[in-house]
């Protein structure tokens, strides 16, 4: 069993910056990959970013590369989204995920929580 916690979201004016946090319960054997997907409302939930449980290996998507990082401390087991140069439409509920899936798609994923709201305002 996983439970996945986030926290961070809230209200930003364009150009600022956020810290998405995930943070994680359960057996770490249970999980590969940990990935933030958002979902704008009359959209489909897409991948943001992911991370392995080493920390190494990393993806992006295009639309959030070089403005948001994904890292983990695994001393708190703990995973961060850090935003920075929001945009309008970076506005979504936020998800973290994770799963033992070869990819960081969305059906890759088997633990998800609930997810926070993330608005950009222009």
């Known amino acids: 069993q996983v439970e996945l916690a986030e926290s961070g979201g809230g209200l930003v004016q364009a150009g600022g910056s956020l810290r998405l946090s995930c943070a994680i319960s359960g057996r770490t054997s249970n999980y590969y990959r940990v990935a933030w997907f958002r979902q704008a409302p009359g959209k489909d939930r897409e991948l943001v970013a992911a991370?392995?449980?080493?920390?190494?290996?990393?993806d992006y998507s295009d639309s959030v590369k070089g403005r948001f990082t994904i890292s983990r401390d695994n001393a708190k087991n703990t995973v961060y989204l850090q935003m920075n140069s929001l945009k309008p439409e970076d506005t979504a509920v936020y998800y973290c995920?994770?799963?033992?899936?070869?990819?960081?798609?969305?059906?890759?994923?088997?633990?998800w929580g609930k997810g926070t709201l993330v608005t950009v305002s222009s």
């Open positions: 995920a994770a799963g033992w899936g070869v990819d960081s798609s969305a059906s890759a994923m088997t633990y």
């Open positions: 991370i392995t449980r080493s920390g190494i290996s990393t």
